[in-house]
C-alpha cells in the first residue's frame, strides 16, 4: 500500500484577510476559513492517485482549532483520516519552524510516508516555502511545480511546466512533490461525503506535547523570520487632461509620455510627424 500525506491549511477567504498590525501575523480566528487552492489541487492529486493504486491517504494540517474544518472536508473528498497540530505554542510558526513542526509529527508516526504532497504555495503568504524546506527537514528529494504525478512502483514520474516546456522527472520514494494552482481541479464535494465526513471524523488533535516539543517552545517568538511592516498597498494616480487641437495635444502625448509607452510595449512609437501624418 502506498501511504500518502497530503498538507493541507485553512487560509482566510480572499477577501477577507484581517492583520494584526504589532504582530504582522493574520487574524485567522475572525476570518471565515476556506481550504487552501494549490493545497486542495495537492489533495486532488493524491485521490487521482488513489483510483489507480492501492493508496492510504492523510490530511495533514497545522492551525488553529478551527482548522479542523477542512480536514472534514478532505476526508469527505475521499481521504482516510484528517490530523490536526494544534496548540497555543505553535500560533504565529513562520515557514521554517512549520516545517519543522510538520517533520516531527511525520517523523513520529507509526505508519510510514512513502509521498508527500503540498500545494506549491498559500494564497495567504505566497512565499511557497514549506513544500521544499519539509522536504529538507526529512531528508527526501522533491519536486516543485508539478503538473502531473505517476506512480510507477517504487518511483514517481513527475511532469512539470518550465518556461516554454514541460519537463518529465521520475524520483524514488519516499519523496515529496508540491502541485502547480493551475494542476488538478478539485472535485466537488458530494453531500453523501459530508455526512459520512461528520458520523464518522476520523481526525486526530496532536498538541506540543504529543510531538515533545520543550516545555519554553513559543513559535512566536523562536521564528527566525521578522515581519518589519504590514500594510495594504495603495495606488496612486494621478489624472491629467490634455486641451487643445488635435495635432497639439498629440505632440504632447508623445513628448510627455511617448517613452513610458514604448518601454511598455516593447517597441519605439514615432509620432503622427515622423509617420508622415498632417
Known sequence: MLNIIVCIKQVPMVSQLPWNSKTGTLKREVAPGM?????????????????????????????PPMAEEVLHQAVALGADEGILLTDRKMAGADTFLTSHILARYIESRDRRCDLLLCGSQTSDSETAQVGPQLAQELGIPSVCWAARVNVK??????????????????????????????????RYLALEGIQTAFEEPKINIVDAAALELPKAFNALKDSPTRIIDVYSPTTQKENRMLKGAVKKVVDQLFDDYGKIVSSAMGKD??????????
Not at 46 to 63: E, F, P, S, W
Not at 270 to 275: F, L, W
Open 35 to 63: 481550504t487552501d487552492p494549490a493545497g486542495s489541487r495537492a489533495l486532488e492529486a493524491a485521490l487521482q492517485i488513489k483510483q489507480d493504486v492501492d493508496a492510504h491517504i492523510c490530511a495533514l494540517t497545522m492551525g
Open 153 to 186: 512502483n517504487s518511483r514517481i514520474g513527475v511532469t512539470r511546466h518550465v518556461d516554454d516546456f514541460y519537463e518529465e522527472l521520475e524520483m524514488d520514494l519516499p519523496g515529496l512533490v508540491t502541485i502547480d494552482l493551475n494542476a488538478y481541479t478539485p
Open 269 to 278: 512609437l514615432k509620432t503622427h510627424e515622423h509617420n508622415g501624418a498632417s
